[in-house]
């Protein structure tokens, strides 16, 4: 009998969030089932949460990439890392955890176990000691990872600049592919490397109040991330079968029901604004559900 894994191809939105402390939108994080393997992009606040509430231990997970070291996107890495290894049915890890980010990745990772040193300790006593140890890799633009017919590519993205250095992700597996944003502003390079995807999951920016407010917010975020308008030119360009905002950073009055008529002066394609656990599935087309409706 085929194996029903091997058809897999699952985006699952874990957190459409941003800096905000809110509960409904957790931090930036998205679970990517393909074939066997299931990886984590991102770990921003709430990331194990979500994760249980999908049932998933995370003693599955195969890694975590990093798309840069804003602290929204990894705030959660150490809930996942150290909760994800205690021995109960949403945990259980007893293999090392392999994290792969920009530069900055291979000293967190070394630095964590330490802060953590106690508590490894302590454990260590009750859970296997292989199940807490990490092992980073710092990307560069190309391939990453590549197993069981699944690849997983990254590619430069402008998030101020060369300072923080900022990766997106591209997911190929059987023909199909999903590309991930990360954080950055409207950059050539993203739209070169999505060329062809079936899902196209993005950031955006929005700011709103008056005019003096907004010139002033918008001048600052620009700089680093997407604004509708400029994603609706992305997206028209790279023409997915279906692209998802992920990460809602919203200034002032800005609100989350303007982000699609905003996106609409420069595009027309399938667009939804993302939820924390929508989840979307790529074959022959892309199919998207919300948690609410599959409970
Ligand atoms: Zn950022």
Sequence with gaps: MPDPSQDLFRVTLLGTGAPPPVLDRFGPSTLVEV???????????????????????????????????????????????????????????????????????????????????????????????????????????????????????????????????????????????????????????????????DLLVHEVTAASGTAAETAAQLKRISSNHTTPEQAGEVFARVKPKLAVYNHLLLFGDARVEDLIPATRRNYSGPLLVGEDLMRIEIGDSVETQRFSDRE
């Design 35 to 197: 074939g066997t393997e299931k990886f984590i992009f991102d770990a921003g606040r709430g990331a194990m949460q979500r994760l249980h509430q999908l049932q998933i231990p995370f003693a599955d997970i195969t890694g975590v990439f990093l798309t840069h070291h804003h602290s929204d996107h990894v705030v959660g890495f150490t809930d996942l890392w150290l909760t994800g290894w205690i021995g109960r049915p949403w945990g259980n890890r007893r293999n090392l955890l392999r994290v792969w980010g920009p530069e900055g990745t291979q000293q967190m990772m070394e630095h964590l176990p330490k802060a953590f040193h106690v508590d490894i300790r302590v454990r260590s006593k009750s859970y296997p000691p292989e199940g807490v140890k990490l092992e980073a890799e710092e990307i560069k633009q190309g391939v990453v990872y590549a197993k069981a017919g699944v690849t997983v590519s990254t590619f430069e993205v402008d998030h101020s600049g060369e300072e923080l250095p900022a990766f997106g992700y591209r997911i190929d597996y059987r023909g199909q592919s999903a590309v991930l944003s990360g954080d950055t502003t409207f950059n050539e390079n993203l739209i070169r490397h999505a060329q062809g995807a």
